[in-house]
């Protein structure tokens, strides 16, 4: 009998820990003025809906091993960032191109914070949260990880918010946030919480043509308090990248983002389950 005993226990231990499995969530930003006035779903999906991480998310999940993926499209109108409309984004560009030589000057990238809509999209996520607690409801989750890209970061806030009593949070990969100085969360409930993006706001920034213009980039709230060699930080493109793969959008698209594998093992920064 105690040899039967002993055998359940291991059964179960084993048939528990083969049915946990991490959470691994991808959130995308905008989409694009062609999709400008549409308004998030905030439903969970099993796939990307759009198109948005083309195999990015591909190469991320294969560091994530025994995990789940699921999507939020977290695109919201231009009117919620800090360009608030078109006409600003085209001025800054063309301005960027003629003020390449300085490194910071507050009239060519936008960067005043969207307070409204950055909220906006915070509350968007909460709904977001709300669909993942009820889709882990009677599961055997283990860590909840993040991957969000421009828009998708309050996004993610606001996931954080409705999930934070009932979940364990793992790894935060956070990939050229928008309005990121707005609002910050306790990053020390994270394994490891990384920004990744243009180098801008410090000494050795880049010059303005070669910054990120779509989302100019800015410390996420607290992250410079973590341990910076094993819970996160910042990290920027390399210098050895190629000029031309950089720029004002460029240095934002995920499209541009190969340098990102550039990261060793031992380089802060690099990241696994």
């Known amino acids: 009998m105690a040899k039967k005993a002993i055998f359940t226990i ?26 400008d ?30 995990t789940t993926s699921v999507y939020f499209d977290a695109h919201h109108p231009l009117s919620t960032s800090a360009h608030r409309v078109f006409s600003k984004v085209v001025r800054s560009y063309i301005f960027s191109r003629f003020c ?4 910071d000057s507050r009239w060519v990238l936008n ?49 954080i918010d409705v999930l934070g009593a009932y979940v364990t949070f ?25 920004q990744y993006g243009a180098r801008a706001d410090e000494k050795n920034a880049d010059p303005l043509f070669l910054q990120d213009g779509i989302a100019p980039q800015k410390a996420v709230v607290g992250i410079e308090q973590l341990p910076p060699s094993t819970k996160g930080g910042r ?15 460029k ?6 983002y190969d340098w990102f594998y550039w990261i060793k093992p031992e380089d802060r920064g690099y990241f696994r389950q």
């Open 251 to 256: 240095s934002h698209h995920l499209a541009y």
């Open 170 to 194: 793992g790894k935060a990969l956070i990939l050229s946030p928008e309005d990121a100085s707005a609002q910050g969360r306790d990053w020390a409930v994270f394994d490891e919480v990384w």
């Open 37 to 66: 006035q549409e308004l998030p779903d905030n439903k969970l999906h099993l796939k990307d809906p759009t198109g948005y991480w083309y195999k990015l998310d591909d190469t991320i999940q294969k560091r994530f091993k025994n």
């Open 111 to 159: 960067k005043d914070i969207n307070e409204v809509g950055f909220q906006e999209r915070v509350e968007n996520g909460r709904l977001a949260g709300m669909a993942l607690r009820a889709y882990l409801e009677g599961t055997e989750s283990g860590k909840i990880h993040f991957v969000c890209h421009s828009m998708g970061y309050a996004y993610m806030l606001g996931i």
């Open 10 to 35: 291991v059964f179960c231990w084993f048939y528990t820990l083969a049915m946990s499995q991490d959470i691994l969530v991808f959130i995308n930003g905008y989409r694009g003025p062609k999709y």
């Open 100 to 103: 390449w030589f300085r490194k």
């Open 235 to 249: 990290i920027y493109i390399p210098d050895s990248y190629s000029k031309r793969k950089l720029g004002f959008i």
